[in-house]
């Protein structure tokens, strides 16, 4: 697909008159399109980035948080504000296209306006627009990419590693990726990538004599100007998912070694450093405060979308840091004006892809169409309906977390339910069927196991307290993990700005305190210990699906979510 300015403007122009929802006019239509997607080109230095898609090729809706704390030093700041608090602080107007892509307000109502987001082949249509019209420009997969969906777990990533090659990846790093193990992970580098992708991670290295395992950096000359490009794979990869299937591997932030390895690219002649991150917004803040000679940190893992870079201050100079969401729901367009052999301006837009404004490249179609084929008829069968909007991105809970809570506490007759805090898994309307491939889009994962245990009054508020250290942990580089794990049955109180061992309280089941010293029947899933996967715990799919054939419809949900203490007039949760 190779068309000019004018020719793309008025192929989005016909895609948006023909959406349901948005302005029959044709000028209005193409004005809307136009403001989107009419991005003039800018500098000479052009990098294109998506990440945390979790094998999402089609269109989806997704609905952006409602919580999103940040404590202490974070609190206030990007990317730790939902609603009208973001719509603010990025000078978006309410009510508004833009509103809906990047906030949860009136989510329902705005899906039903505005229609899907992302599917790889309208982000193809835009990607091959941007690089047509940018000379030389990069396309970066913040990883993330090879896991979320049910034909992602049915091909051992396969259909994510084509789609990536078809959509026309330069570079990638990785996360989950490593939940495919090893072996299968260096099949896909080795053989699919080899001479197409450069897979980079400068903090993965070798157990027994700390070797790179991928190359650490790329520098690839654009318009005649060195650009290095540096992995950081996510750095706490065999604590938030099973090290045994990574156990040659070790991981980390390796601050030192990156600062080394900015040196050598720039010693290397590069004008232009910038590190595809996955190590999470937070933690780049944090990161871009230390070391020197970044201009740029392109990051994921927590999925924010993040309009505005944040412009972090270190001894080097200044270094830009954003997130481009997740879901395939956004496309980040950095562009950089380096003359002098330094950047000396940029531009950057994080474009959301509306499904129905944009045509689809009929290539990626035919790909997603062939990839999908042998597993349609599994993919949708109807399990029950939905009466409730049904989703999960949130600190505590979410709508379809419950459900999985529900389920568990159901078919596994226990008296409480864990549910990792997983930050991935798309959203469902109100009235919408729920099939097995909704299911799979929030439990597709290799180590699906449920689990069920006596755990002491003690134990149960030593995990809280764990996994609320490892999100509320004050210093970003001590948060290892999701969100808040999901509790099912179990009510309690946290004060997340409470030091780490004292921010769990309250705990009561049936109205009644937790009694330390007395067992309680837990259910769970996604147990990362080897010794739980070798007890062969029936996959979470089932024992949800299950649940949701027994109860036919999913009526009004009622969240089982914590008191949560010290957050007044904080503007990254909701007013209540």
């Not at 029959?24 to 000479?44: H, I, M, T, W």
């Not at 990785?174 to 193990?181: F, Q």
């Not at 156990?247 to 070694?257: A, D, H, K, L, M």
């Not at 339910?417 to 309307?429: I, N």
């Amino acid at each position: 697909m190779s068309i000019n300015r004018r020719e793309f403007l008025q192929t989005l122009a016909v895609a948006s008159a023909g959406g349901f929802g948005l302005n029959s006019s044709f000028a209005l239509a193409q004005e809307s399109a136009r403001k989107f997607y009419d991005l003039p080109k800018f500098g000479n230095v052009h990098l294109l980035h998506f990440t945390d898609c979790h094998a999402q090729l089609l269109p989806i809706y997704f609905r952006e948080p409602s919580v999103n704390l940040g404590i202490g030093a974070q609190e206030g700041k990007t990317p730790h504000l939902v609603g009208e608090y973001f719509l603010k602080a990025n000078g978006i107007p309410a009510g508004t296209r833009e509103a809906h892509a990047f906030t949860y307000l009136n989510f329902t109502e705005a899906a039903k306006t505005y229609g899907r987001v992302g599917g790889f082949a309208h982000l193809s249509t835009i990607v091959k627009q941007m690089k047509a019209s940018r000379p030389g420009a990069l396309l970066l997969d913040g990883g993330d990419t090879w896991q979320g969906s049910g034909t992602a777990l049915w091909t051992n990533g396969q259909d994510m590693a084509d789609a990536a090659l078809a959509l026309g990846v330069d570079i990638m790093t990785a996360h989950w990726e490593m939940t495919l193990g090893e072996e299968r992970v260096m099949e896909i580098v080795n053989k699919d990538f080899k001479g197409k992708i450069e897979f980079l991670a400068q903090n993965i290295k070798t157990a027994d004599f700390g070797d790179a395992v991928f190359p650490a950096y790329t520098i690839r000359k654009m318009n005649g100007i060195p650009v290095a490009i540096i992995g950081q794979a996510f750095p706490y990869t065999p604590i938030a998912n099973p090290g045994y299937m990574v156990p040659n591997w070790t991981f980390g932030i390796q601050e030192e070694n990156l600062q080394k390895t900015i040196n050598e690219a720039k010693g290397k002649g590069a004008k232009v450093v910038v590190l595809l991150s996955h190590n999470g917004m937070d933690v780049d803040l944090k990161l871009a405060s230390r070391v020197s000679g970044l201009h740029a940190i392109l990051g994921g893992h927590t999925h924010d979308g993040v309009p505005i870079p944040v412009q972090v201050k270190n001894p080097g100079g200044m270094t830009l840091v954003t997130n481009a969401g997740s879901n395939g729901k956004y496309l980040g367009v950095l562009d950089f004006d380096v003359k002098g052999g330094k950047p000396v301006d940029f531009r950057y837009k994080l474009m959301p892809i509306f499904s129905n404004l944009i045509p689809e490249d009929k290539s990626m179609t035919a790909l997603i169409q062939k990839i999908r084929k042998p597993f349609e008829s599994k993919l949708q069968e109807q399990l029950a309906v939905t009466d409730s909007l049904l989703y999960r991105r949130g600190n505590f809970n979410g709508s379809f977390d419950q459900v999985i809570l529900d389920g568990l506490m159901a078919q596994k007759n226990a008296e409480i339910a864990f549910s990792p805090g997983f930050r991935w898994g798309t959203t469902l309307l109100p009235g919408q069927a729920i099939t097995m491939e909704n299911l799979l889009d929030q439990t597709a994962i290799t180590y699906p196991y449920t689990t069920v245990n006596m755990m002491s009054g003690e134990t149960i508020k030593t995990i809280l307290e764990d996994v609320a250290d490892n999100l509320f942990n004050p210093d970003p580089y001590y948060q290892q993990g999701g969100d808040m794990v999901r509790v099912g049955g179990l009510q309690y109180a946290i004060d997340p700005a409470a030091s780490m061992g004292k921010r769990i309280s309250e705990m009561r089941l049936n109205g009644e305190l937790i009694d330390a010293s007395k067992n309680y029947k837990v259910a769970g899933w996604a147990p990362v210990s080897e010794a739980a996967k070798n007890l062969g715990g029936e996959p979470i799919w089932d024992v949800v699906a299950r649940h949701l054939k027994d109860i036919k419809t999913v009526k009004a949900i009622k969240l089982n979510e914590p008191v949560i203490k010290g957050v007044s007039g904080n503007p990254g949760i909701a007013p209540i």
